[in-house]
């Protein structure tokens, strides 16, 4: 069974950091690459960064390379996206999104989690 339950979202100020997190399931962490993909009020769903099974392939979008970083917790089949220097621009609803390898296009993935809201504000 695909499990995927995103957590950790929350409003923060400009140049702070967070950590959003998918808790999957053995049998989801085992079997799928791993995405996450935000999607702000009015924009279309965009990819973010993405880890592949081993947790040893990593790609990331252009606008969060160098200030995100995507790893994953293998023992407790958790994801977790380490945002650093945080701007309004990343304000959106972060989604997890399992796909059978990695790709950067929100219809390749097959499964989705709820999403967990993240605000940037000053």
């Known amino acids: 069974q695909v499990q995927l339950k995103e957590s950790g979202g929350g409003l923060v100020k400009p140049g702070d950091s967070l950590r959003v997190s998918c808790l999957t399931s053995e049998y989801t962490s085992k079997r799928y690459t791993l995405g996450w993909f935000r999607q702000a009020p009015g924009k279309e769903r965009e990819f973010v960064a993405a880890?592949?099974?081993?947790?040893?392939?990593?790609d990331y979008a252009d606008s969060v390379q160098g200030r995100f970083f995507i790893s994953k917790d293998i023992a407790k089949y958790t994801v977790h996206l380490q945002m650093n220097s945080l701007k309004p621009e990343d304000t959106a609803v972060y989604l997890c999104?399992?796909?059978?390898?990695?790709?950067?296009?929100?219809?390749?993935?097959?499964?989705w989690g709820q999403g967990t809201q993240v605000t940037v504000s000053s």
């Open positions: 880890i592949s099974r081993s947790g040893g392939s990593t």
């Open positions: 999104a399992a796909n059978d390898a990695i790709s950067l296009f929100d219809h390749e993935y097959d499964y």
